[in-house]
């Protein structure tokens, strides 16, 4: 392996990838050169067509590889609602759910004050333009229900109220299939106040 | 993400690489393109300079760039003995060792049944080949100490010395550092066996 500086140029460039340390990159290389060649040019390719060809949405700044998202582009959804998510993933599970109609916005992040997400980096003020557009009715806030999801639903809140929004949160409460012997005190405690 | 054909196909070449499922594979786009664009094009070169440069050392089979490694290539090293390893990474370890001063033959592999990898499919010819130059007087096994590790060195060995070479495997026995009231019984059984 020494002096093997394609090698180990690829081993570190594995390392960029979040969640792979040192071994993993080393397996991951070592599987690519010796079962998987193919697949090596494969991701290349696909690395390189997504960097070119994937920018924000200009509407909900979700990816995209047209200027405006096809959901976006979608002239049959629910003008009044705006739902706002931290990422597509989350964006796509609501879309699964099939309970769901309107726009979406994506922040792409969350405030994380550790990481050194403050408000200003999340781009509220995109979110604010958008959901000041006239059409929009009601923003209802899908952040999740971690800590930095919750700040940011906060801090989202209020500037939107601010602006006489109306503005909603994704209801809290025991998870469907659950038996609330197993559920925790908080979602049980949640869950009593949010009855209906 | 519906219909970004660049991002889908991305993590679904991400999804090639081993231990990553799908929701690491989305994980690892979405990081690259939101906050690592930089590292995605790193990336992509240093697999396609990895695929295009690396190849198997003639000599050791281990991935090297020039048609014999460094290792080979180096004439101070003792050539009467020959190390037998599973891959570069064992080799690795070998050599941070600073304990042994031979060369080496890398397997590229292990006798792996459930996987399809039989004796034929470890090129035990190109060993048996390297070991028969005529100057190597010992072959050292350090194939692993796992159920594979052990049926390839069992039948390695076999033929080995039945072209009347000298062929040894790493001790089993106590690792450094350990209190010999946590150690596994079957290696404190190794160790008393081969006890010196």
Not at 37 to 66: D, I, Y
Request: glycine share 10%; with cysteine.
């Amino acid at each position: 392996m020494a002096g093997s500086g394609a090698l180990e140029t690829l081993v570190e460039a594995l390392r960029r990838l979040p969640g792979v340390g040192q071994k993993s990159a080393q397996r991951m290389a070592y599987h690519l050169l010796q079962h998987d060649r193919l697949g090596a040019g494969v991701l290349a390719q696909a690395l390189e067509r997504a960097v070119a060809s994937v920018q924000h949405c200009q509407r909900c700044h979700t990816f995209s590889e047209a200027p405006v998202c096809p959901v976006c582009r979608d002239t049959g959804r629910d003008r009044r609602q705006l739902c706002v998510v931290e990422s597509p993933a989350d964006q796509a599970a609501l879309e699964r759910t099939g309970s769901y109609h309107g726009y979406y916005y994506v922040l792409m992040g969350r405030i994380s004050p550790i990481d050194g997400q403050g408000p200003e980096q999340l781009r509220a003020d995109g979110l604010l333009a958008r959901a000041l557009d006239g059409e929009v009715e009601e923003v209802i806030l899908a952040t999740s229900f971690t800590a930095e999801g919750e700040a940011t639903s906060h801090v989202l809140g209020e500037s939107l109220r601010a602006r006489g929004l109306k503005v909603t949160r994704l209801a809290r409460g025991v998870p469907a299939g659950s038996e609330l012997e197993y559920v925790d005190l908080s979602t049980i405690a949640h869950a009593l106040v949010d009855r209906r």
